[in-house]
């Protein structure tokens, strides 16, 4: 077989594994808008094609180089941080990289994966009672760091860092792709640093952006001030994050946890995307929106935080086969 190299991208060998961050693909949705004739074609930033599988791989690292060039760095330094999963997979990951003791703090009932994956890249996990939710790994998370001789936190809820992370490079990346040109923006929200980073970004280019934030049905924290335990991992913690501008919203959507799971089957099926719950969250929001005329022809961007994968042992994955999305 005779190769072309002249229709090749340059040649790259990379020095690390942290080089491959971001780039990720932004995707139209062709086959769900025809299926279910909405008015506009929405556009899905696909971030499990990050090297340790999610979105949460860009802050992660931003925050632990912040780290790292602190004084208060050194090599008896460990870190011990609250997560619900995919931002504890990814300090676990880099701590492998750069030989770091990472433990991380996780609410029981987050998936198995997750856990699994923790340990795998060879920190420690420790888990809190699932009604606690995130809230409860966090303040654990905080009395551990306390006590424990050379333990710092990345804090991801109150870095400036992770807004910092995507304000340069996700939304640097949605505003190359689309030249610049973005009506709507949809986007879970979690720690808040993925829809802070992005909207106040991307507002400066497209003042006009509609930013549309995503809580669940069963914790609406932000739109009716209560707390609950869900099952959409990787959003509300139960708590407003430190580092999330809510000013930057334009408008918050609930989604249950049943559409959730729905969606992210309806991804798959119909699309060939195998996404998180989270993922399937902002969809069933996204499809909303594009079965209403005010959005006829908009251009809208949803996020997809993580793959399917770290889903097996959940509902994502119990009789998925006879599961239909509620559209």
Not at 21 to 30: A, N
Not at 303 to 315: C, H, K, N, Q, V
Request: aromatic share 4%; hydrophobic share 40%.
């Amino acid at each position: 077989m005779n190769i072309d190299r002249h229709s090749m991208p340059p040649a790259r060998i990379y020095d690390n594994i942290t080089q491959t961050i971001g780039h990720t693909p932004l995707i139209y949705l062709h086959r769900l808008a025809r299926k279910y004739q909405w008015v506009t074609t929405p556009m899905v930033k696909v971030e499990y094609f990050n090297p340790a599988g999610s979105i949460k791989d860009r802050p992660a690292l931003a925050m632990l180089k912040q780290l790292m060039n602190s004084a208060a760095f050194n090599q008896d330094t460990q870190i011990i941080e609250a997560s619900s999963g995919n931002n504890g997979v990814a300090c676990a990951w880099l701590g492998a990289l750069y030989d770091i003791k990472v433990t991380i703090v996780i609410p029981e009932h987050m998936s198995i994966e997750r856990q699994r994956l923790i340990r795998h890249y060879g920190a420690d996990v420790i888990t809190t009672p699932k009604q606690l939710g995130t809230k409860g790994a966090i303040d654990k998370a905080r009395q551990l760091v306390l006590h424990t001789p050379g333990a710092v936190a990345l804090d991801q809820f109150a870095n400036p860092a992770n807004v910092k992370a995507h304000a340069q490079t996700t939304a640097q990346e949605l505003l190359h792709d689309t030249a610049g040109q973005i009506d709507v923006l949809v986007a879970g929200i979690g720690t808040g640093g993925t829809i802070t980073g992005l909207a106040q970004t991307i507002k400066q280019q497209c003042p006009a952006l509609k930013v549309i934030g995503i809580e669940p049905a069963r914790c609406p924290v932000l739109s009716e001030k209560r707390s609950g335990v869900h099952n959409i991992q990787g959003l509300s913690s139960g708590h407003i994050p430190d580092i999330l501008d809510p000013h930057c919203i334009d408008k918050i959507m609930t989604v249950e946890d049943d559409d959730a799971i729905g969606f992210a089957r309806l991804l798959a099926t119909c699309e060939g995307l195998a996404v998180g719950i989270s993922s399937g969250a902002a969809m069933h929001a996204t499809a909303k929106l594009c079965q209403l005329a005010e959005y006829r022809s908009k251009k809208i961007v949803t996020i997809l935080p993580d793959g399917a994968e770290r889903y097996f042992s959940t509902e994502l994955f119990v009789n998925s086969s006879d599961s239909q999305a509620d559209d």
